[in-house]
């Protein structure tokens, strides 16, 4: 008999009952109650399990009751409506194969589980509900943005990793080589011979895609791309890891306002995909990560992004009656604090836009003051910045003097600044951190818990 | 107004005949006819452009019509239907911005460029017929990748790409760090100090997410990723790059047969998914790439795989009457000559099965006979192999075995090995390099061709 999953059974019931099922899958607990006993079994294939009742006179009952947690079975047997019970069927066991039983060693017994204990067992923590909960939800959310971008004529295309450009500056990236640390070729000045290397010449892992993205949006108007991207910064922080996966759309002949509106839309895409297909994770994580996520995911689809100029950010900032620890200023970057003021001040998001231009990159439109720059973040309720965004300069002049006026190096970005030669147009694109998206979906406040295996400085196990 | 998608309205051209509305893209060609001229225009949201028909009385007319192939255009007029016409409408301009006219300067003049030129052009090459073709059907492949496995309840991994353990040997992976080159640490023992690295000791970008996946799998029950890879090979064959994409699902409770079941129904999912949205390209390539190859695709559709032993397979191409380069032999990898003859002589995808355990990998399950490991290898028409998967080893004695049979260093990968001990069981997996597929869809037989921005042995370029 083939198996089914535990997701497909929980789904169709009604379909087996009264039939003879086998399902394959994790004991969560094991329980006797004399004549009988349960078993909690998931195989994954969902959020919620099965009940596997077994007769006492099973030939290994004895075995199987004090089966531990994480052991793996295959059990069959009839499904049986259970009205007036917390769940509406059962199986009634007719055999229970242990295939592998776990003993005292298994990391993960029943007791809760701290999350720094659980990080160092990033290989079983996907077994507990939270992480069951959490990384299914990642998925989700993965297949809305697929979804989403594709459903509006967006092409997927796959930036490359490895790079000899970057739009985020060399200094943030990781060197990758082919050589042996500790037998070096050097060149006669005495420098290491990088054209020994595989590429002939230092190459990078890449912090962003929206370069390559760029080229491609001017052949096909609507783009994203999705993919792992890396920084070096050396700093432990509940929002920072050295690698994690971005998406980066470019969209031709789209100014500012176009890009807010399809990042709002986007937005409401995903929340209300995860609200449709993850609300059993979402209750879960309601109750035991963060009180009010699903009211807060609710309202999100269904509010009016607010849209204003940093400046006057800046002056709501200035007139609230908070000592801050940082003052806001014109001029500068608005802090963690400020983003929580200024989410909670709206009661939503808020896109924050035109921002002075000496804080911004040298690729975002200049705006005609010559003092502010075409650039949108969108700030959150509860996760701040989500995702950052811009108008593209698309005047070659103008960029090769913010390059000038910037010292950014432009012998490995010819290409792209000849883009705005060869039928230049108005052009927008924004990036968002999705594990940041994840922590919003979910609740989880440390990135290392919205990352299947995460790496932070000193620490890149598994 | 708000512009229209050329994509959209090729779709509904209908909806909108007799109406005005907004296109802006590229230009492919303009030609002046004495009293009115045409444009060929495109925004590459489809395969297919538009005609714009300009009036000789247009104010900006003698520019227009001397546009070079890919100046941008902003054009509003009217749909009118034009019957007995090879494109069943045209717009009828009033108005033809011209955004940025390209000049002599431009890489792609109307003229065919060689794909080796095209290469040196990666920035503009996704402008052409071809590229804009591959890069699309690459998108729908990866768009039904997603669905196909999301559709199917699996869940969507993302499995570090930096990491410590590999399931393909440190020697293939390149080595990051963000250590100076010209001014590195060293220990008291004279070698580079990698504790002074981000992570404290070495670290690579990953050759595989296998290990992570199985980890997964033996949680979810069913799981895949997709994501970027790297090798260092440095060999230039037209089917080598040093990054590329690969999908590698893992499946608990599953043996041999049932992962070919799954490969099966995958493959016939994507081709089917290309074909019922990707004809105008196919037919496209399908004229100018690969003769045959919308034939092809729909033969695969409708075909039963295969499903031979390796030995089974060498017994057959002993008794072929052909001087291989390559004598084939019992205990021996088959060569692409092998490859070819096989998948003709079935005229179709061929599993081949079972094979020796001396060239295969540790993780690999060792069948009854000791002989032989149940992997499984997809060869398909015209590409060679497509797939390589197998059984998992989830004996922890047997695989610990392997491991010292093979001199595997198995210090990073005690986690991995552990799986084997806490609810192990018979699992399955199988990896897909994504390029691979994309040529076989295409009919572009080099690698460098169906990648954005290709990396291979010196040459790291955009």
Known sequence: MRKIDVAELNKKYTDYLGKEVTVAGWVKSARDVKSFGFIDLNDG?????????????????????????????????????????????????????????????YPLQKKASSF???????????????????????????????????????????????????????????????????????????????SKDLFGKQSFITGSGQLHGEAFALAFSK?????????????????????????????????????????????????????????????????????????????VVNSKFVRIDHKDVIDILKQAKVKWEFEPDYGEDIAKEHEKYITEYFNGPVFIKNWPKDIKAYYMKLNEDGK?????????????????????????????????????DTSTIDWYLNLRKFGSCVHSGFGMGFERLVMYLTGIDNIRDAIPFPRTPKNCNY
């Open 372 to 408: 502010t720059v075409a650039a949108v973040d969108l700030e959150v309720p509860g996760a701040g910045e989500l995702i950052g965004g811009s108008q593209r300069e698309e005047d070659y002049n103008k960029i090769v003097n913010r390059c000038k006026e910037m010292n950014v």
């Open 45 to 105: 294939t969902g959020f919620k399990g099965v009940q596997v009742v077994c007769n006492a006179d099973m030939d290994n009952y004895a075995n199987v009751i004090k089966l531990n947690s994480g052991s793996s079975v295959v059990c069959t047997g009839n499904i049986v409506a259970t009205p007036n019970n917390k769940q509406p069927y059962e199986i009634q066991a007719k055999e229970v194969k242990i295939i592998c039983a776990t003993d005292d060693s």
């Open 116 to 194: 720094e204990f659980l990080r160092e067992q990033a290989y079983l923590r996907p077994r507990t509900n939270t992480f069951n909960a959490v990384f299914r939800i990642r998925s989700l959310a993965a297949m809305a943005i697929h979804e989403y971008f594709q459903n509006n004529g967006y092409l997927y295309v796959h930036t490359p990793l490895i790079t000899t450009a970057d739009c985020e500056g060399s200094d943030q990236m990781f060197k990758i080589t082919t050589l042996n640390f500790n037998d070096l070729p050097y060149t006669q000045d005495g420098k290491v011979d990088l």
């Open 223 to 299: 783009i994203y791309t999705f993919g792992p991207t890396f920084r070096t910064e050396n700093s432990n922080t509940k929002t920072h890891a050295n690698e994690f996966w971005m998406i980066e759309p470019e969209i031709a002949f789209c100014d500012l306002e176009g890009l807010m509106d399809i990042e709002e839309e986007m937005l409401k895409y995903i929340v209300r995909y995860v609200l449709d297909r993850g609300m059993n994770e979402l209750q879960f994580l309601d109750k035991f990560i963060q009180n009010g996520l699903v009211e807060k995911l609710e309202k």
